[in-house]
């Protein structure tokens, strides 16, 4: 600290970036009567204390003005013709505000504190402020200028709505529910409005709870579409009122037991963990499937319920258990996952195995025990009923479908080992084919915009056109409301403005938020001098910058001179490709300069010192806080600098005057000569080298793996010197990291499940054989993505990981049963996986279609927060419905294929035709 430069009206600050930093709250105070600089110690001195001290909160920022100030703006001619210089003003003023000790008096039997009036609180009390005297005559600050009360910074400005406004950014620690912390501020502001005077009206501009609940209310009426789709599918293979309640009735006992989980781990009811729920409705009544339909086969032998039930669980009570650990093990790799998509997921994982291990207890314990309480034998076939009947029709017929064309196939092997390879060339061909994102682009509600001028733009001018943007921004049909902001605040420099835009709910617009982007985009452009950047804010924003698109590309180098070379060269090569939007850069080279070369040697023999110069222009044109007040509740400053009238031209300098030896007044043209320049208004640094920062923007159909290589060819093409480095940042940093981690992520849970089920099954073969219908679910997801024009992002591939878990289901089911087979009936391994099958036909058929039509509601569905949730559901059903089509012919022919490298057997006994239920 002690190497900053003195006078800092207020220290450095720096915060940990956090992927969901966008303020949750955005509220706007404005006012036809009461001052900005009063609204803003208002807002500073109340709103800020009591918004920091709620529960969740992290930090509460306000911009759009600045503290209150006294300003002292002095006349430069009048100065001169008295004698006098700024610096001699500034002077006066840094002693007559002083706040030190003054001790105390302490006699006999009384004692006083000691105190004095040696603070100057209103722009009033300066105006007769002595600066100097001429030939004895004292000079009041009123004879070269004048006291007003104002703002320490007068360079910065916020509209809500095209009104005059202070803006007040909220937001809460990475680990608070952003619900429950919006709630206690909603609930804190009516008292905050009586605090505040009556002529100050609050408004909430920006609230991101908004669309979050709609998503949340949205996934949980998926929750239920997809409890009721599960149920009719139940419904249409059992056929019995009493087996479909049993069946059903795990999905409210796996539900509550999760919730239980989750109440413990501190989980919180959201997206992430509903889109867990939802899709384990699908497959956490699997289990119970399974074990309902061994049971009714073996009731349906003559068995009595009682009989059947010990019977068939006993018999399925392995498969019951393997596919549950097996599947539970898929989302290891995704609990040790680190980064911020490892963060994200971690919740999903733990939710979804949660859901699946209780479902598992619920089927081996309470589904059997209300399988022999509720189950009946049928006593004739017409006792069913007609939909018994009917149904029974045409299971039997697909089963006898299957039956004929599965011996077929067993006899035509060769031709099944090569659609195998053929899937598996076919699924990595598509893999690399695929358009490939980070994650799925979201419509919040929220739209940010950054808005660039001219370098060399004055303040009043970029306010002008700010509002014309705004103007245009809020006569849209699908605008709520906005709020804009220019000025030097928040780290913006004078020819920048930003903007938050809320969009009306998805209901009352027909545009989402990327349309509106585009259409925004075509109307501003209409406006001459000015660049307008606008982005869809997403849940999760890396980099921890703003930035005027949502993708960052760095140019990194030792040598600004050499990035002022090639910065330019690849902007205008990217800028050919019309795939990349909103393409910028963040390099401010043509900012005017006014550069004042002094004389040193006459400087010197008038006993000027460069300092002096550099003192007085800083005091003339700096908004220099010369001196700090201190009051009953906070401090305020005085500001120092020349008159408006001084701050417009350049050829104030002329009027600068400095005190040389014998305090003489020396104009600063006499020492000096003054040169006019284009110089940088910022220089930005990465890894504390020399930066420039490309933003971007994608055209819609264009995926953010197009556009990376896009760059990269380009940055190949102009040949880069070693001297120049360039590298993506942010998301799109993040994208190139998973590119390479999503196969190692697919292979770990492949490796893990195999690790499982070698465990469970004692061998190494019969693993093989049930990850073998991996490579035809992956195919299905691919195809389904690419049909669907939706981009292979990291939920996508959370989807295939799912489907790693829930098609080997299929081969763990004929695989267990082909075992038992060969055990227990000594039959041939051809024979055995034959009958496996064909009896588990109906289950498997059962099992998919749930799971299938559990992602359903996912898929199409079309309300907030959608957007994330779809791949998920895309990937899932078309995995599903390509690995039923494949694997209930390629996984017996696997089964045999693999059977020939176990240790061989005495020639089995000859067996009947299986007779399926």
């Known amino acids: 600290s002690s190497e900053l430069p003195p006078g800092l009206p207020s220290p450095p600050t720096y915060r940990k970036a956090n992927p969901n930093d966008l303020p949750v709250l955005i509220l706007a105070l404005t006012s036809d009567s009461v001052p900005l600089s009063v609204i803003y110690d208002q807002a500073e001195e109340l709103l800020v204390p009591a918004l920091s001290q709620v529960p969740g909160v992290s930090e509460v920022d306000v911009g759009g003005g600045a503290r209150t100030a006294v300003r002292i703006q002095v006349d430069l001619a009048a100065l001169a013709a008295m004698g006098l210089s700024i610096d001699n003003v500034r002077a006066v003023l840094q002693g007559q505000n002083k706040d030190e000790p003054k001790g105390s008096i302490d006699g006999d039997r009384i004692s006083f504190t000691v105190n004095a009036n040696d603070q100057i609180f209103s722009a009033d009390q300066y105006k007769n402020l002595i600066i100097g005297e001429k030939n004895g005559v004292p000079i009041p600050l009123s004879a070269v200028g004048r006291a007003i009360d104002g703002t320490e910074d007068r360079l910065q400005a916020a509209w809500f709505n095209s009104k005059r406004a ?271 994102g980070f994650f799925p682009q979201q419509d919040t509600g929220l739209v940010m915009g950054i808005t660039e001028a001219a370098q060399d733009i004055s303040f009043d001018a970029m306010v002008q056109k700010q509002n014309l943007v705004t103007e245009i921004v809020k006569n849209d049909p699908a605008v709520d409301s906005v709020t804009s902001a220019v000025g030097s605040g928040g780290g913006g420099s004078l020819n920048t403005g930003r903007m938050f835009i809320t969009l009306k709910p998805r209901k009352e617009r027909n545009v989402t938020a990327t349309e509106f982007v585009a259409r925004i985009r075509g109307k501003t452009a209409r406006i001459p001098g000015i660049g307008v950047f606008l982005q869809a804010a997403q849940d999760i924003r890396i980099g921890g910058r703003a930035t005027k698109g949502q993708y960052i590309y760095s140019l990194v180098s030792p040598s600004q001179a050499d990035l002022n070379v090639w910065v330019p060269k690849l902007l205008a090569a990217l800028q050919k490709n019309p795939k990349l939007k909103d393409l910028t850069t963040d390099q401010q080279q043509l900012g005017l300069q006014s550069s004042v070369v002094v004389d040193r040697v006459k400087a010197s023999q008038l006993g000027i010192q460069p300092e002096q110069v550099d003192s007085s222009l800083y005091s003339a044109f700096g908004q220099r806080a010369v001196s700090v007040v201190y009051n009953d509740r906070d401090q305020f400053h005085v500001i120092l600098e020349a008159l408006p009238q001084y701050l417009a031209e350049p050829t104030a300098l002329d009027k600068i005057y400095i005190s040389g030896t014998s305090r003489i007044q020396v104009p600063l043209s006499a020492i000096a000569h003054f040169q006019f320049s284009n110089t940088p208004t910022a220089i930005n640094h990465q890894g504390q080298f020399p930066a420039v920062t490309f933003s971007f923007n994608l055209d819609p159909g264009t995926s953010l793996q197009q556009a990376t290589t896009i760059i990269e060819n380009a940055a190949a093409d102009i040949h880069l010197p070693d001297t120049v480095r360039g590298s993506f940042q942010g998301s799109a940093q993040v994208f190139q990291d998973s590119l390479s981690s999503e196969p190692v992520l697919i292979l770990t849970a492949i490796i893990a499940v195999y690790i499982v089920l070698g465990v469970l099954y004692e061998s190494y073969i019969h693993p093989i054989t049930i990850l073998s219908t991996l490579p035809s679910a992956g195919l299905g997801a691919l195809l389904a993505l690419l049909l669907c024009n939706v981009e292979l992002s990291i939920v996508s591939i959370i989807g295939i990981i799912l489907l790693i878990g829930i098609v080997k289901k299929n081969a763990i089911m004929m695989v267990d049963f082909a075992l038992e087979a060969e055990r227990d009936q000594n039959l041939s391994p051809a024979e055995a996986i034959y009958q496996a099958c064909v009896v588990r036909f109906r289950p498997i058929m059962m099992t998919t279609l749930a799971a299938m039509f559990g992602a359903v509601p996912l898929a199409i569905g079309h309300g907030d927060g959608s957007e994330i949730r779809q791949p998920l559901g895309i990937a899932i059903i078309g995995g599903l419905i390509v690995s039923q089509l494949l694997t209930l012919y390629t996984t017996p022919i696997i089964y045999l294929c693999l059977d020939r490298l176990r240790a061989p057997r005495h020639e089995p006994a000859p067996v009947a035709e299986p007779h399926p239920a």
């Open 166 to 436: 202070v803006v007040m950014f909220v937001r809460k620690q990475a680990d608070a529910n952003v619900i429950e912390t919006v709630d206690r501020m909603k609930a804190l502001l009516p008292q905050l409005e009586r605090w505040l005077p009556p002529a100050i009206h609050l408004a909430i501009q920006s609230d991101r709870t908004v669309t979050i609940r709609a998503s949340v209310a949205d996934v949980q009426m998926a929750l239920l579409i997809s409890v009721a789709l599960v149920v009719m599918v139940c419904f249409v293979f059992l056929r019995r009122l009493s087996t479909t309640f049993i069946a059903c009735v795990t999905v409210p006992l796996a539900l509550a037991g999760t919730f239980g989980v989750m109440y413990l781990l501190k989980f919180s009811l959201d997206n992430i963990s509903l889109m867990a729920l939802t899709i384990s409705v699908g497959f956490v009544v699997d289990d119970a499937i399974v074990v309902i339909e061994n049971i009714v086969r073996h009731l349906e032998q003559g068995l009595t319920p009682l009989q059947a039930t010990l019977a068939g669980a006993r018999q399925i009570g392995f498969t019951v258990v393997s596919i549950s650990i097996s599947l539970v093990a898929v989302f290891i790799p995704l609990l040790f996952m680190g980064g911020i998509i490892g963060r994200q997921f971690h919740e999903f994982s733990v939710t979804l195995s949660a859901a699946i291990l209780v479902s598992a207890v619920v089927s081996l314990s309470l589904t059997p025990m209300l399988c022999s309480r509720l189950m009946r034998q049928e006593s004739s076939e017409q006792s069913r009923g007609w939909f018994y009947r009917a149904t029974e029709k045409l299971f039997n017929g697909m089963i006898g479908i299957y039956s004929s064309s599965l011996r077929w196939v067993l006899r035509h092997s060769f031709l099944m080992l090569i659609v195998t390879a053929v899937t598996i060339c076919l699924t990595v061909w598509l893999y690399t084919i695929v358009p490939k």
